[in-house]
């Protein structure tokens, strides 16, 4: 499905001529860098003969990582050169020369370490990535806010071709199972998915809303509570209902219910909750959902084997 708003990488990074971090991205790598730096006492010593250093890929994949390896390069080690052979997204095949670092012994031996952990792990979630979107066809596959890394590894995500989704708590506005019980009512969730909806800032959230239900009857009340405040407004933004943990056929029962009521196009559906790589063909073929997220993108994901070789060329 076009135009859906799980797609929030325009905040991460600016695509136009070379791609360029916006402030919140290079924030975030900022502190994850200083994080890791710290933890191995790497720093830009200095000293040593000048030596050449290549980063060389021992696995096939989808190469992710280098918009925080220039930043670690130009504010960490300065001492050091880069010379790069991928763009973020290239096809690595094993023995591929990702980059080649010239710089003094003591700096490169010392940066090492940080330079494999991110690339490795940012290729890897890249690389599963792209192995959900291949598998899902038409059916887009959005991480979730379970991260490990937070915003790279959700730019990873968004590199291997999948949707970052939220980015934080408030980039967009998500209803979940318990703000519908602290807003509580005396007649159901589905007066509580009502009265959660009608108090929305529309003007400010309308754009990208979520909220979360577990059954087609909370499904058909957060669309016709949504479809009727619109209508008032003389608007057409459809709202994301996340069917969660309702596996591919009760998400098609609710798919149907919602279009036999007139209220699909009011919505984007997302299924979520125990989905594996394994199991997509079932979702493909019964779900009839817009999106599918999953934390599987992204954790668990075993890091691309990669090394580094002084004296490559």
């Given at each position: 499905?076009?135009?859906?708003?799980?797609?929030?990488?325009?905040?991460?990074?600016?695509?136009k001529?070379?791609?360029?971090?916006?402030?919140?991205?290079?924030?975030?790598?900022?502190?994850?860098?200083?994080?890791h730096l710290s933890d191995d006492s790497a720093t830009d010593g200095n000293t040593g003969s000048i030596v050449q250093a290549v980063?060389?890929?021992?696995?096939?994949?989808?190469?992710?990582?280098?918009?925080p390896v220039d930043l670690l390069f130009a504010e960490w080690f300065p001492s050091c050169d880069l010379s790069w052979n991928f763009e973020e997204g290239g096809e690595l095949t094993v023995g591929s020369q990702i980059l080649s670092i010239s710089g003094p012994s003591d700096s490169v031996l010392s940066?090492?370490?940080?330079?494999?952990?991110i690339l490795g792990r940012l290729s890897g979630i890249s690389?599963?990535?792209?192995?959900?979107?291949?598998?899902?066809?038409?059916?887009?596959?959005?991480?979730?806010?379970?991260?490990?890394?937070?915003?790279?590894?959700k730019y990873a995500v968004h590199v291997g071709g999948g949707l970052t989704h939220r980015l934080?708590?408030?980039?967009?506005?998500?209803?979940?199972?318990?703000?519908?019980?602290?807003?509580?009512?005396?007649?159901?969730?589905?007066?509580a998915i009502s009265s959660a909806i009608s108090s929305i800032d529309f003007e400010k959230s309308a754009g990208f809303v979520v909220i979360e239900v577990q059954d087609s009857a909370q499904a058909i009340s957060a669309a016709e509570s949504w479809s009727e405040n619109q209508k008032i407004r003389g608007r057409e933004e459809r709202i994301v209902i996340l069917l969660d943990n309702m596996g591919p056929?009760?998400?098609?029962?609710?798919?149907?219910?919602?279009?036999?009521?007139?209220l699909r196009d009011w919505c984007i559906l997302e299924g979520s909750g125990g989905v594996t790589l394994d199991g997509l063909h079932?979702?493909?073929?019964?779900?009839?959902?817009?999106?599918?997220?999953?934390?599987?993108?992204?954790?668990?994901?075993?890091?691309?084997?990669?090394?580094?070789?002084?004296?490559?060329?």
């Open positions: 499905m076009e135009g859906l708003p799980h797609d929030r990488s325009h905040l991460l990074y600016n695509a001529e070379v791609p360029h971090p916006t402030k919140l991205f290079e924030d975030s790598i900022r502190r994850w860098l200083t994080a980063v060389v890929s021992k696995s096939a994949g989808v190469f992710c990582g280098r918009i940066c090492e370490r940080v330079v494999l952990n690389t599963r990535t792209a192995e959900w979107v291949s598998e899902l066809g038409d059916v887009s596959i959005a991480c979730t806010r379970k991260t490990a890394w937070g915003l790279m590894d934080s708590r408030t980039d967009a506005l998500m209803i979940k199972e318990n703000d519908l019980s602290v807003i509580g009512s005396r007649d159901g969730i589905e007066s056929d009760e998400c098609r029962s609710a798919e149907l219910l919602l279009r036999e009521s007139g079932t979702w493909i073929e019964s779900s009839m959902v817009d999106v599918i997220s999953s934390s599987s993108v992204n954790m668990g994901v075993p890091s691309l084997d990669l090394s580094m070789l002084i004296g490559g060329s």
